[in-house]
């Protein structure tokens, strides 16, 4: 007869946070050389030569800061979503069923009555821009008003 060792692994109960763990400082190393790229290719935009005048080297230039911005956001962003995964990992089974977390409905209810009146504010805000900006091709604000 051979007897099978009884494990945590076996009745489901493995240290998820360790996994979590192990998994943060994998990713933490991918993100930190993610992060050396992204300083070796700022050294290298700082390099470039942008003759002054020459608006299409400047353009070029704009773009790549620009799209080097968003590769640091980017980069940040999972970092900080790592982070707070690998921090918030379950200890235990029992603490990922707890519902004790959940708001009640009123304030569900309120949340989202103010979400609405606030995007409602924003589309107004909005289409006066764009009423503004149509009156402003067309001539000034009394035809816009007109009709």
Not at 42 to 53: F, I, K, M, Q, S
Not at 93 to 121: H, I, W
């Amino acid at each position: 007869m051979t007897l099978v060792r009884y494990s945590l692994g076996m009745a489901g109960n493995g240290d998820e946070r360790g996994g979590a763990a192990v998994q943060a400082v994998w990713l933490e190393g991918r993100l930190q050389h993610l992060r050396a790229m992204i300083d070796e290719v700022c050294g290298v935009v700082d390099a470039l030569e942008t003759p002054r005048g020459d608006l299409a080297a400047i353009d070029r230039k704009i773009r790549v800061i620009t799209h080097l911005a968003r590769a640091v956001a980017a980069v940040e962003a999972a970092a900080r979503r790592i982070m707070t995964a690998a921090a918030r990992a379950p200890e235990s089974t029992e603490d990922e069923m707890n519902d004790g977390d959940r708001p009640d409905p009123e304030t569900v209810e309120r949340y989202k009555a103010e979400l609405l009146d606030r995007l409602e504010r924003h589309r107004a805000i909005v289409e006066a821009k764009r009423v503004a900006e149509d009156a402003r091709y067309r001539g000034g604000m009394a035809p816009a008003l007109q009709g």
